[in-house]
């Protein structure tokens, strides 16, 4: 870990036992909150995936909104939403995924991708076990899109998100990591 990757992760605010007793949940609000910190994390994402033919930029529900957006400004290119169900007006597309206890779902529009497709680079800003990564790649598949890449600002990878994300042909990046969960 250099320098530069050592002071982001102390943006980071680790909270304990939160939302269960034995998870350190990592809140990249603190890191978001610092201008600094945001713009060294975007610039870090945008420099790693220049160079790879992205037309599209899609945040996850929520926090993907924020590291997505500001992405998309610094490489001036659209930006796609994928919502949790319901959020959405006009006509989509949904994914179930699996949660630790049950299911979730989320959606995209079913317009989102140009006619003809788009390479689109996936983002939130965090990737633990992969579930609604995986399910939001597939939304942006279906609707005409591909998904070469993924960005995070952090990976958990005991978690093993970023291997099945691997394991459906998705390359991921992640700023900083943290061991544990």
């Known amino acids: 870990m250099n320098d530069a990757t050592r002071d982001l992760r102390e943006m980071v605010r680790a909270i304990p036992d939160y939302p269960k007793t034995g998870i350190i949940f990592r809140d990249v609000t603190t890191l ?3 201008a600094e910190g945001l713009a060294r994390t975007v610039d870090a994402i945008a ?3 220049a160079g790879h033919g992205i037309d599209l930029i899609a945040g996850i529900d929520a926090r993907g909104f924020i590291l997505g957006g500001a992405l998309a400004v610094r490489m001036r290119k659209g930006f796609v ?8 007006p006009a006509d989509v597309y949904r994914e179930e ?3 630790e206890y049950g299911t979730d779902e989320v959606e995209i529009h079913k317009d989102a991708v140009p006619a ?3 390479t689109v680079l996936l983002v939130d800003d965090l990737i633990a076990t992969g579930g609604t990564a995986i399910a939001a790649a597939k939304l942006i598949q279906r609707a005409g899109g591909t ?3 993924a ?10 998100g970023a291997r099945k994300l691997a394991g459906i042909g998705i ?7 943290f061991e544990g969960h």
């Open 171 to 177: 390359d991921s990046y992640a700023v900083m990591s």
């Open 97 to 99: 995924y699996s949660l």
């Open 81 to 88: 939403p994928i919502r949790k169900r319901g959020k959405l």
């Open 147 to 149: 998904v070469p890449m």
């Open 47 to 49: 420099d790693h995936v």
């Open 116 to 118: 003809g497709g788009a």
């Open 151 to 160: 960005a995070f600002a952090i990976d958990l990878p005991e978690l093993g």
């Open 32 to 34: 978001f909150g610092n």
